[in-house]
């Protein structure tokens, strides 16, 4: 590989510089040091072009900015009104933000971006988006009627170190209401779910009819249906019996929203620290609970890849595009009958979405929504498209190719940099360590805290097994234990596991000891618990502890 005599030598050595091969520009290397900075730049050099060219943003989606690629992990709450999204966001933050109102009536009628900051305080949309640090200057498109009900409530507060959530609107039902907003909900939706990095979507266990409008901002948030989990709120108020009948309805409905032939992952519990009215499925919200927050803290370890994938995402809607526009440009006559062709055009763009699709072997997943695209063509003028320019797609192809797979490995080399960046703080706490933490004292965890070995209550019975099985100077061989240990039927994957645990003096026998706690851990697999990686200190028999 050619290497430029005048390359930057201080950066060359850093384990996340890599060199762009471009070969129209035989000048400066591309040194980059971070993901984001190479995102940036392979924006603004190869993919922007593109979009400008072909109007991409009058289309689709406002040009990136920087705060895009350097602004923290962003969590979106949707649902319709008193679901529960505000005090979702106060039991994550245990803490009150400004703005917050919470109630059974439609309380929240704001946009309300939760953030850090040294000081609380609110700062209104008009002066948010002329902020270039923050992510939100491309909202002002949506207009004073958008900007009057978005705002940020920003506090010092060790979740929102680590991300940033947004409350939104409670989703009312009805025509009139959704008219009476000023501005296009679901358009601002979407908007927010190109940029974050998790949709919560929440449903009340009370409510579970999605109103048109609801069923419209689902819809909406097409594309990113790998960001969407669902939360099934106030799960507390209902009977096993009734809760079963809800999670399969709700389960019915989002299947005939979300056209995914994959189930969508629903979380079921009670999101906010008060006692739990029907405590029967406490053991269940509490393991759905912990598995929401594991999906929360794992973000900020994933925004790079997050913020890759979605740039992927784009560079692909943005060549469909530049083929579409290019297209349309191409059957407009050059003087006469322009309006009655362009009608023409527009009724036909199935047919130019299928041409194009045979045409460059382009997924059908890839296309625009075809209503919306022809909403948004009646307005253009087809004589200012400009036609097809190959050199722009080429770039475009080539970044996807190769600078991609570049960033990917770097993407890779951060994490392992940095693999306890979890979010931390606030509810997220509390279920980290201690006797409150999920599972303690469970499975095989029981006894942690007891002063005598927790087996020795059930090794008795185990004794009248092991003698038995022929022990030879207080010992089992493995043939024999393994005739005993297969009547748990459980896999040998399984026992092998088992076996290796137990088996603590390594010596391939067992003594009653070790005999006893191979069948307490078959018991606690058979309870349905995991087992250890390793044996925990208080399962070792009582002979094999070192006393110091």
């Not at 002066?127 to 207009?143: E, H, I, S, Y």
């Not at 595009?321 to 050059?334: C, F, Q, T, V, W």
């Not at 200012?384 to 080399?413: C, E, G, H, S, W």
């Not at 360590?433 to 004292?441: I, S």
Request: proline share 6%; with cysteine; charged share 25%.
């Amino acid at each position: 590989m050619e290497q430029p005599g005048t390359a930057a030598s201080p950066v060359s050595g850093s384990m996340f510089s890599w060199v762009s091969k471009d070969a129209r520009r035989k000048k400066e290397p591309e040194l980059f040091q971070t993901v984001a900075e190479g995102l940036r730049q392979l924006y603004a050099q190869k993919l922007l072009p593109l979009e400008e060219h072909y109007r991409f943003h009058e289309f689709h989606s406002p040009a990136l900015e920087d705060a895009d690629f350097d602004n923290k992990p962003m969590v979106l709450l949707v649902g319709q009104y008193s679901t529960g999204k505000t005090t979702f966001i106060r039991h994550l933050i245990e803490q009150d933000f400004p703005g917050m109102r919470i109630g059974p009536e439609p309380t929240t009628d704001s946009f309300i971006a939760v953030m850090h900051g040294p000081t609380e305080g609110m700062v209104p949309g008009n002066a948010l988006v002329v902020d270039p640090r923050r992510p939100f200057r491309k909202l002002n498109a949506f207009g004073n009627a958008f900007l009057n009900r978005f705002m940020c409530a920003q506090l010092p507060n060790p979740v929102l170190d680590s991300i940033s959530i947004i409350d939104t609107p409670g989703i009312l039902s009805g025509e009139k209401q959704r008219i009476s907003r000023g501005y296009d909900f679901a358009a601002v939706l979407e908007w927010f779910a190109e940029r974050v990095d998790r949709i919560i979507l929440l449903f009340d266990a009370h409510k579970l009819d999605i109103s048109d409008e609801f069923s419209e901002v689902i819809k909406a948030l097409k594309n990113h249906e790998d960001k969407i989990r669902v939360v099934l709120n106030k799960a507390d108020q209902i009977e096993t019996q009734q809760l079963m009948r809800v999670y399969g309805a709700l389960m019915w409905s989002l299947g005939k929203i979300i056209n995914t032939p994959e189930v969508v992952r629903v979380y079921i519990g009670s999101f906010w620290s008060h006692p739990l009215l029907i405590p029967d499925n406490r053991k269940l919200f509490e393991a759905e609970e912990q598995d929401l927050f594991k999906d929360i803290q794992s973000l900020p370890r994933n925004a790079a890849l997050r913020k890759l994938n979605d740039l992927i995402k784009r560079a692909r809607l943005a060549k469909v595009h530049a083929y579409i526009i290019s297209s349309l440009k191409k059957e407009m006559p050059n003087v006469f009958g322009k309006e009655s062709k362009k009608k023409e055009l527009v009724n036909n763009l199935g047919e130019i979405y299928q041409k194009i699709e045979r045409e460059h072997q382009i997924s059908p997943g890839d296309f625009p929504s075809l209503r919306k695209m022809q909403e948004l063509l009646q307005t253009q003028d087809f004589s200012k498209f400009q036609a097809l320019k190959p050199k722009l797609l080429d770039t475009v192809d080539d970044m996807l190719a190769n600078d991609i797979a570049r960033l990917m490995v770097m993407v890779r080399q951060e994490e392992s940099l940095m693999p306890s960046q979890v979010v931390k703080g606030g509810a997220f706490d509390g279920t980290m360590n201690g006797p409150f933490g999920h599972g303690y004292g469970e499975g095989a965890g029981e006894g942690i805290d007891d002063v005598e070995w927790v087996v020795g209550k059930d090794k008795p019975t185990y004794d009248e097994i092991f003698y038995t099985l022929s022990p030879v100077n207080g010992k089992i061989t493995g043939a024999n234990a393994k005739k005993e240990m297969v009547k748990s039927k459980l896999p040998n994957t399984v026992l092998g596991k088992i076996w290796k645990l137990a088996d603590v003096d390594k010596d391939g026998l067992l003594d009653d000891e070790e005999f006893a706690l191979a069948n307490h851990l078959i018991k606690v697999k058979l309870e349905g618990h995991e087992l250890p990686a390793d044996l925990p200190p208080h399962l070792v028999p009582p002979s094999k502890r070192r006393h110091e």
